[in-house]
C-alpha cells in the first residue's frame, strides 16, 4: 500500500515528519535511486526507499514505544549532541537506545521535569504541530518578589520576537519573599525557552524549572532520571487534545490569581 514518504520514514521510528521533510528537501532520501520530493508516495513492496544511501527494509518498521521520562538537570534534549554533552537517551537502558527513539518538543539543558519520547513520527507530529493546543504545565521559581502587574502582564500575552504570546495560566504558589517567588505555569504553545525569556523581559531570572505534566500526561511520582511506558488511556487522551481545534479555554482571573497576596 503506497504511504506519503515522510509518513513511510516517521513510521520507521527514523525521524518525526516534519525532519524526515527536512532529510526529503536537503536530498538525504531516494526513492528507486532518484532523489525523492515532498509529497511522493512509496510502496515498500515495489520501492527502494534509502536514507543517506541506507536501504529501508519493511522489516525493519519497530514496535511503537511511548516513554515518559522524568529529565534530569544537564541533559540536553536531543538524540545526539555534537558537543558530547550527555542526551536524554543516555538515561534508557541500552535496548531501549536501539529503538529509534527521539523527543516530543524540547526540554532546556538547565531544565527538568516531563519529557514524552517515542518512535511514532505520526504521534510527534500531531503532538508538537503549532496548530494543535496541548497544555504544559511547569513549576518555576523566579528571583524576587513579583508584582501583580507583572503577573497580569504574563497571562495576558506579550510581544517576544515580534509577536505576541498567547495568554497563560499563572499561579502564584506559596507565599511570596523578597528572595523569591513560585509559580504554576501553563502554557498552550512552545517557543524556544519560551518561560526563561518571558522572564527575562519581565525583569527576572529563573532560578528552576521543571515541567510536571504535558497534557492529560502527569510526572506524579516518577523519580529524576526514571522513565515509564505510557498507558494506552495517556496515548489516547494526548491524542484527543491533540484534535482539539485551537480555541484555547482560558481560566478566569479570579482563577487565575490563585494565592497571590499582591
Known sequence: MAERLQKLLAQHGLASRRKAEAWILAGRVTVNGVPAHLGQKVDLAHDQVAVDQRPLEPQQRPQSCYLLLNKPLGMVSTCADPEGRPTVLDALPSHLQTLGLHPVGRLDTYSTGALILTNDGDFTYRLTHPKHDIAKVYRVRLEGR?????????????????????????????????????LEITLWEGRNRQIRRVAEVLGHRVLHLHRLAVGPVRLGKLKRG?????????????????????????????????????
Open 146 to 182: 513579583v508584582s501583580s502587574a507583572t503577573l497580569e502582564t504574563w497571562r495576558r500575552g506579550l510581544e517576544l520576537d515580534g509577536r505576541m504570546t498567547r495568554p497563560a495560566g499563572v499561579l502564584v504558589m506559596g507565599t511570596p519573599t523578597a528572595q523569591s517567588t513560585e
Open 226 to 262: 526514571a522513565y515509564r511506558s505510557l498507558s494506552s488511556v495517556e496515548i489516547r487522551a494526548l491524542l484527543a487534545e491533540s484534535e482539539v481545534q485551537p480555541t484555547v479555554p482560558r481560566p478566569s482571573l479570579r482563577s487565575l490569581v490563585g494565592t497571590s497576596p499582591f
